[in-house]
């Protein structure tokens, strides 16, 4: 099992930058991709980006794409999301994952709330 540990977050203002951190343990070693996915009051938990552990392959979504970047340095085992440019609608709780493909994340973060507002 691998245990993730988020740390960032915070309120900020629209045009601001935030950067959150996620620190992994335990069974590193099977990790494949991790992830970052949110979930906004009364919506479902949506996907935000994703990049493979031990290679370069990243995908974001269309509504965070060239403003949010996903990073990770599997030797410290530590993956980041540096987020640009926010707006209101970005305001959720965002939630670090990893997992054995790009389709299943089985081990997830505490979850940490990101606001944004004027």
């Known amino acids: 099992q691998v245990h993730l540990v988020q740390s960032g977050g915070g309120v900020v203002h629209p045009g601001d930058s935030l950067r959150l951190s996620c620190l992994a343990s335990?069974?590193?070693?099977?990790?494949?991709?991790v992830a970052w996915f949110r979930q906004a009051p009364g919506k479902e938990r949506e996907f935000v980006a994703s990049?493979?552990?031990?290679?370069?392959?990243?995908y974001y979504s269309d509504s965070v794409k060239g403003r949010f970047t996903i990073t990770r340095n599997a030797d410290q085992n530590a993956l980041w999301l540096q987020m640009d440019s926010l707006k209101p609608e970005d305001t959720a709780v965002y939630y670090c994952?990893?997992?054995?493909?790009?389709?299943?994340?089985?081990?997830w973060g505490q979850g940490t709330q990101v606001t944004v507002s004027s």
């Open positions: 994952a990893a997992g054995a493909n790009f389709v299943n994340f089985d081990d």
């Open positions: 335990g069974d590193t070693n099977r990790i494949y991709a």
């Open positions: 990049k493979r552990w031990l290679g370069e392959s990243t």
